[in-house]
């Protein structure tokens, strides 16, 4: 039995850095969340772990359909938590899919 639902494809990128690049990131790099779990980076790229830390709480709901007062619909910067560095990241939705959730875990 298919039990379809929709979820959206995401877009992490270096909007800005504030503070001094000590993690090699640059502005415009990204990453992407696709098929629910599937992280991609360009290659020959990379992301810092840090950063990436900062963001992985909010991408669960950033890739589902919310209210459109819901703060996490509106909020779409996050930042690395290196003081030093102050890289600031937007996330944005890249594309909506269909998924089976009796494909996935």
Known sequence: MARPFELYDLRVTVERIEGRSV??????????????????????????????????????????????????????IAACPDVDERLIMRIERVNKRIMDSDELT
């Open 23 to 76: 993690c090699g990131l640059n502005v415009g790099d990204y990453f992407e969340l696709t098929e629910s779990a599937k992280l991609r980076i360009p290659a020959g790229k990379h992301f810092c772990v840090y950063a990436l830390s900062a963001v992985l709480p909010l991408l669960a709901a950033k890739q589902r359909q919310l209210s459109e007062n819901d703060w996490m619909t509106r909020d779409t």
